[in-house]
Every structure is written in structure tokens, then in C-alpha cells.
């Protein structure tokens, strides 16, 4: 299977928790093609990342890019474009179709099933869920900069089946440089909202159980969490950030794929902590009400 990933330096946690599950979950981890989009990292990370996952034997290669050159004329997130590099992976990529995963999921099934899906002609697969426009942040946008309605569909961009040979056939690339150009100013959900503006009528629907969203404070019940093909860690904190361990419910799931290894030195620990310090109150008082809530029925 072709399979693309990135991260800035800041995500290797996340993203080495999200290969080394998918190459446990497959019979032939040796026979995918896994190109990882390096946002800016070090040699050191490279070292790092590299001995991590060295015992699988899996065929990675390393692809330096700096996303800022490319997409920093765009709304960034904290002074991180690296998100935008999902728009960028089928450039990369050979053959029939391309898996591009976020670097914040557990992978629990064969990738390998995926191979020679079945688009429906469609340009790419992905999970709606049944989510509308409607109840999405990029409401506005999609309505007034694209000939959209809220009620068509609207899926999360964190696991994306590319139709790799419309992708070359139609130039798509080529489309949404052209489309983030136009609208550069007002792009809400990052690539999100670019993949959704052009693709909101034209993907073909994966089940729930590829994409399916774990919030910090969420207690997914134990059936879902088996049926589940992939979980997605949506939201601050992960599981893997500091305090992780005792505020996301998550964590045992994380922990038994990874061991629990991080890749962050002390100081950038204390950084992240810093910079998602509002989203550890809240998912801390969250947790607190309901249990209260529970303590009171
Ligand atoms: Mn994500």
C-alpha cells in the first residue's frame, strides 16, 4: 500500500505511534511504501525516528520539505503549515492510490485491504459520518467561496484515499494552488477546508470505523473502541502530551501500541504544555463534571 504521513518535528511522538500501529496491524508491513514528509526536522529526529521504528522493517523514505516555502502564505496554525503538505503527498506519490494519514491516529486493521479500492470514480475516499456543512467551522467559507449548500457533505481530512490517477489526470494539484491562491485570506480549516471546497461533491464515503474521533475527555464505549479500524486522536491534548496519561482516557490504547516513547527534550515538553495549558483545564473540568453528573444519577 502507498501511505504518506507528515509532521512538523513537534508531531514525531504522535506520528511514530501511528506507524509503528499500522506496521503491527499488517501482515506485510515490508511490502508498503510509506514516504514520511518531514517538516523541518533535524538529522537528529531523522536518527531518532529512524531507530524507533527500525525492528519492523518497513520500507520508509524521508522526504524533506519546508512547508512554509509552499503554503506560508496561508493561514498557518502557531507558525506551522505543515498540515498543508496533505495537498501536497499525491505529488509525490506513484501508482494507483496514495493513504494519507494524520500523525495523531492508532491504526488497528491491514492497511493492505485498501489496496485497488474501489472509487466509484470518485477523486478521493474519506469519512463524513453524515456530517453536513451546516454544523461545520467552515460553514461561511464553503457557501459563499464555493458553490456549496449546508447541506451537502463534510468530511474530516485526517484519513484521505487518493484517486491517484484522477489526481494526475485532472491536474489537481495544479487546481488547489490555484483555489488557495484565490482565497488565501479567508481559508478557515487549513487543507481541510481547501479538500472539502473541491471535494465535497465528489468523494466517496469510507465507514466510521476509518476515522473515528477520540476527544480528551471522551470515554468511547468498548465496543466502539474494538470496531474502531482507526482511531484519530482529535483535539489537545493527546494522550502522549505531557499530563496526557492522567487526563486522556485514551492513553492505556496508546500506550499498548508505543511503550509510551516520546520524542520531546524537557524544554519543549514544557513549551507544548505551555501552548495547550487552556485545553488541559478544560478537558480537566470536563472530567470532573461528569463525573459529578455520574456521582449525582
Ligand atoms: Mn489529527
Given at each position: 500500500m502507498n501511505i504518506s504521513i507528515s509532521s512538523s518535528r513537534y508531531g514525531i511522538t504522535g506520528l511514530v505511534g501511528t506507524l509503528a500501529s499500522l506496521l503491527k496491524s499488517s501482515?506485510?508491513?515490508?511490502?508498503h511504501n510509506i514516504t514520511v514528509i518531514c517538516c523541518d526536522w533535524t538529522s537528529k529526529d531523522k536518527n531518532g525516528f529512524k531507530a524507533a521504528l527500525l525492528s519492523y522493517g518497513a520500507n520508509i523514505k524521508l522526504l524533506d520539505v519546508s512547508p512554509k516555502y509552499t503554503f506560508g502564505h496561508l493561514p498557518g496554525l502557531f507558525g506551522d503549515w505543515?498540515?498543508?503538505?496533505r495537498l501536497l503527498s499525491p505529488e509525490l506519490s506513484e501508482g494507483r492510490e496514495l493513504l494519507h494519514i494524520d500523525a495523531d491516529l492508532l491504526i488497528k486493521f491491514d492497511?493492505?485491504?485498501?489496496?485497488?479500492?474501489?472509487?466509484?470514480?470518485?477523486a478521493i475516499a474519506a469519512v463524513s459520518?453524515?456530517?453536513?456543512?451546516?454544523?461545520?467551522?467552515?460553514r461561511k467559507f464553503l457557501t459563499s467561496a464555493c458553490e456549496?449548500?449546508?447541506e451537502d457533505c463534510y468530511f474530516n481530512a485526517g484519513v484521505v484515499l487518493y484517486n491517484l490517477e484522477r489526481w494526475r489526470k485532472e491536474k489537481t494539484y495544479q487546481r488547489i494552488l490555484a483555489f488557495a491562491e484565490k482565497h488565501k485570506d479567508s481559508i478557515p480549516v487549513f487543507d481541510q477546508s481547501i479538500l472539502n471546497a473541491l471535494f465535497s461533491k465528489d468523494f466517496t464515503e469510507l465507514g466510521w470505523e476509518y476515522n473515528f474521533p477520540w476527544y480528551p475527555e471522551a470515554r468511547p464505549s468498548r465496543e466502539k473502541q474494538v470496531a474502531a479500524k482507526i482511531i484519530h486522536f482529535v483535539g489537545?491534548?493527546?494522550?502522549?502530551?505531557?499530563?496526557g496519561r492522567f487526563i486522556h482516557y485514551g492513553y492505556k490504547e496508546w500506550f499498548d501500541y508505543t511503550g509510551g516513547a516520546t520524542f520531546l527534550s524537557l524544554k519543549e515538553k514544557i513549551l507544548r504544555t505551555y501552548s495547550i495549558r487552556r485545553s488541559i483545564a478544560r478537558t480537566v473540568l470536563k472530567r470532573i463534571k461528569s463525573r459529578k453528573q455520574k456521582s449525582e444519577s
Amino acid at each position: 500500500m502507498n501511505i504518506s504521513i507528515s509532521s512538523s518535528r513537534y508531531g514525531i511522538t504522535g506520528l511514530v505511534g501511528t506507524l509503528a500501529s499500522l506496521l503491527k496491524s499488517s501482515q506485510t508491513p515490508a511490502s508498503h511504501n510509506i514516504t514520511v514528509i518531514c517538516c523541518d526536522w533535524t538529522s537528529k529526529d531523522k536518527n531518532g525516528f529512524k531507530a524507533a521504528l527500525l525492528s519492523y522493517g518497513a520500507n520508509i523514505k524521508l522526504l524533506d520539505v519546508s512547508p512554509k516555502y509552499t503554503f506560508g502564505h496561508l493561514p498557518g496554525l502557531f507558525g506551522d503549515w505543515s498540515t498543508y503538505t496533505r495537498l501536497l503527498s499525491p505529488e509525490l506519490s506513484e501508482g494507483r492510490e496514495l493513504l494519507h494519514i494524520d500523525a495523531d491516529l492508532l491504526i488497528k486493521f491491514d492497511v493492505s485491504a485498501l489496496e485497488n479500492f474501489n472509487f466509484n470514480g470518485k477523486a478521493i475516499a474519506a469519512v463524513s459520518s453524515g456530517a453536513i456543512i451546516k454544523y461545520s467551522n467552515d460553514r461561511k467559507f464553503l457557501t459563499s467561496a464555493c458553490e456549496l449548500t449546508e447541506e451537502d457533505c463534510y468530511f474530516n481530512a485526517g484519513v484521505v484515499l487518493y484517486n491517484l490517477e484522477r489526481w494526475r489526470k485532472e491536474k489537481t494539484y495544479q487546481r488547489i494552488l490555484a483555489f488557495a491562491e484565490k482565497h488565501k485570506d479567508s481559508i478557515p480549516v487549513f487543507d481541510q477546508s481547501i479538500l472539502n471546497a473541491l471535494f465535497s461533491k465528489d468523494f466517496t464515503e469510507l465507514g466510521w470505523e476509518y476515522n473515528f474521533p477520540w476527544y480528551p475527555e471522551a470515554r468511547p464505549s468498548r465496543e466502539k473502541q474494538v470496531a474502531a479500524k482507526i482511531i484519530h486522536f482529535v483535539g489537545s491534548p493527546k494522550p502522549w502530551d505531557p499530563f496526557g496519561r492522567f487526563i486522556h482516557y485514551g492513553y492505556k490504547e496508546w500506550f499498548d501500541y508505543t511503550g509510551g516513547a516520546t520524542f520531546l527534550s524537557l524544554k519543549e515538553k514544557i513549551l507544548r504544555t505551555y501552548s495547550i495549558r487552556r485545553s488541559i483545564a478544560r478537558t480537566v473540568l470536563k472530567r470532573i463534571k461528569s463525573r459529578k453528573q455520574k456521582s449525582e444519577s
